[in-house]
């Protein structure tokens, strides 16, 4: 249920948040199309719960009043009243919790559905195109993106203004491959799981880049060390590890035949945008990247492909951006929403 609450301003300002499970981060929007301010980042295994966490930033960051109406994406479905954080161990109701925070508003959101509704928002300094299309807001548009796990959503303009959302579960779709050295790691991730069966999320993420690697490793003759995903981006940007090099190489060229398989089904052709954890780390990796060659090829739809923008949003905090939009557009103020 949404409740009636005001436009932010100085005195009672709106908060803004997207928890994972390892930090929340919050900030503060102080004005109609404002971005957030006062922004703070938290281990979320050190509060209790999100009301534990909401007053230690509000503490932290010396706000004596309580904001108006919050906004918080997070890691999974919401789907009641009841949410319970996927990678963490926070549980909620959420009416109870908006009485306790004494806000008129509390709405949780799913992450990327946040992300969904930043698109429209997202300046020229906010993202890198890659590729030569422009992204195209008046069209319907989807973004997706490798953390934790992956995420996938959609944003469908409305007759008349406005935009809505569609949140999915897409990283968990199979992934195939058509054929080459790409199908060659799926096979040998297939059977690494022994079920005969890979998701997208299975290779398209942190966790993912590690599986690659092993199987980049074990096709070179070599042996894998024990890497993280952060060691093998950073030796692959330092080129300094042929095999991390490969592994990225790999990585964006089937992250780019996935991403053209959800173009493709959301008939995003305003523009398919990339977020998450792992890619802003690697981007100058991904802009060189066989990514579009990985897009675009396919038997029949080749030239509807090529005309789709591809771009990666670097905005720091884009979901706080998204959460903004959300509480823009159900207060009814949704002409203030072009900052």
Not at 81 to 88: A, K
Not at 276 to 285: C, D, F, K, S
Request: charge should be negative.
């Amino acid at each position: 249920m949404t409740h009636a609450f005001p436009l932010p301003s100085a005195e009672r300002p709106w908060l803004v948040a997207d928890i994972g499970g390892t930090n929340a981060r919050f900030g503060l929007i102080t004005r109609p199309g404002g971005r957030a301010e006062r922004i703070l980042v938290l281990r979320t295994a050190e509060h209790r719960d999100l009301e534990s966490a909401v007053g230690a930033y509000l503490s932290g960051m010396g706000v004596a009043g309580r904001p108006s109406a919050m906004c918080a994406a997070v890691a999974g479905p919401v789907t009641g009243d009841h949410f319970r954080f996927t990678n963490g161990s926070w549980a909620l109701s959420i009416s109870e919790t908006r009485c306790r925070l004494g806000v008129d508003e509390l709405r949780l959101i799913n992450d990327f559905e946040a992300l969904a509704w930043s698109l429209p928002h997202l300046r020229d300094d906010d993202i890198l195109v890659l590729g030569d299309r422009r992204p195209d807001t008046a069209l319907p548009m989807a973004v997706l993106g490798p953390g934790t796990g992956l995420g996938v959503a959609g944003l469908v303009p409305v007759p008349g203004g406005g935009w809505v959302p569609l949140p999915g579960e897409g990283g968990h779709i199979l992934l195939r491959p058509g054929h080459g050295e790409d199908a060659e790691a799926i096979d040998a991730l297939r059977g690494e799981r022994g079920v005969g069966l890979v998701t997208a999320e299975h290779v398209l993420s942190g966790p993912g880049l590690t599986r690659l690697y092993r199987y980049v490793a074990g096709a070179h003759g070599e042996p894998a060390e024990a890497l993280s995903p952060a060691d093998i981006s950073a030796r692959a940007l330092a080129g300094t590890d042929q095999l991390c090099t490969a592994t990225i190489e790999v990585f964006c060229r089937l992250l780019g035949t996935f991403a053209g398989g959800v173009a493709l089904t959301m008939g995003a052709r305003g523009g398919v945008f990339l977020a998450g954890g792992v890619l802003p780390r690697i981007a100058e990796l991904l802009v060189r990247s066989e990514f579009r060659d990985g897009f675009t090829t396919n038997p029949t739809m080749a030239a509807y492909l090529h005309r789709i923008p591809t771009v990666l949003v670097t905005a720091p905090y884009p979901a706080l951006l998204g959460a903004r939009a959300w509480l823009e557009t159900h207060s009814g103020s949704e002409s203030a929403v072009a900052a």
